[in-house]
């Protein structure tokens, strides 16, 4: 039984890996993000980042896991529990904030201010990356597909991301920034630049940056404050600040 157990394990494990060096292996039209494309390094709250995004020059954070998840705001370090459920993705949509649970099958409504939970609707999809454009709330749920919401988190409308090779699964954390969604794939270190109407993947980046002492390297972690792109992963020690122009250059690549 435990032998059995271990080859499962083992042969997951190949997989997975295959996996991730077959995608890095595609990656040959990444643009490469290194060290000195990074005009700060910031420090990173302790956290197992799912929701990271900016609001009124405000950096939050939202935290997963099981009987820990919490939120955070970095301008005066205010932290909530919320160990109720397994945070996912959030943002902040019209003054108020919303998030996603991994597989609670609930989504929230919060007090952008208190994180006090006003509001829960339930959500049948697993819950990973949430951003907006201003009007609609936009998921993902670790498939190819990104969900167009309303504020009463029901579907509008939904895109498969796309590369040549066909749809690209693992979508996590999102950013949306001009009719572009900006979106980590889980459990590489891949950027991809989607055409937010189409799902098209316009672009790759490939992240070259490590955070020292991370045994399991996780980036994950996508905001814009309007200027700068800041990138971290879970439980990174640094959140890398980078020029805007290395991601947002749209006349071609490097
Ligand atoms: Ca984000």
Redesign the pocket.
């Given at each position: 039984m435990r032998k059995q157990f271990f080859k499962k394990l083992l042969y997951y494990g190949y997989r997975k890996l295959k996996g991730n060096l077959d995608y890095i292996r595609n990656c040959r039209s990444c643009t490469h993000i290194r060290k000195k494309d990074v005009v700060e390094t910031l420090s990173h709250e302790p956290a197992f980042t799912e929701?990271?995004?900016f609001h009124d020059g405000t950096l939050y954070e939202s935290s997963g896991l099981r009987d820990r998840s919490f939120l955070f705001r970095y301008s005066d370090g205010f932290r909530k529990p919320v160990p109720e459920v397994f945070l996912e993705?959030c943002?902040i949509l019209h003054d108020r904030m919303y998030l996603l649970t991994y597989k609670n099958r609930v989504a929230l409504v919060l007090d952008k201010d208190t994180f006090e939970i006003t509001e829960r609707f339930p959500y049948e999809r697993e819950g990973w990356?949430l951003?907006t454009d201003g009007t609609h709330l936009i998921a993902s749920d670790g498939s190819d597909r990104i969900y167009y919401l309303d504020t009463g988190f029901q579907t509008m409308d939904s895109i498969s991301v796309r590369d040549r090779k066909g749809p690209v699964r693992h979508i996590n954390?999102?950013?949306y920034i001009d009719g572009i969604i900006f979106a980590n794939v889980w459990q590489t270190n891949i950027i991809l630049a989607i055409d937010a109407s189409t799902g098209e993947v316009i672009r790759k980046y490939y992240i070259h940056l490590k955070s020292k002492g991370i045994r399991f390297p996780n980036l994950n972690?996508?905001?814009y404050d309007g200027e700068y792109l800041y990138l971290t992963g879970k439980y990174y020690k640094d959140i890398w600040k980078i020029r805007a122009d290395r991601f947002l250059n749209r006349s071609g690549q490097k």
């Open positions: 929701g990271f995004f993705g943002v990356g951003t954390e999102l950013q972690g996508i905001a």
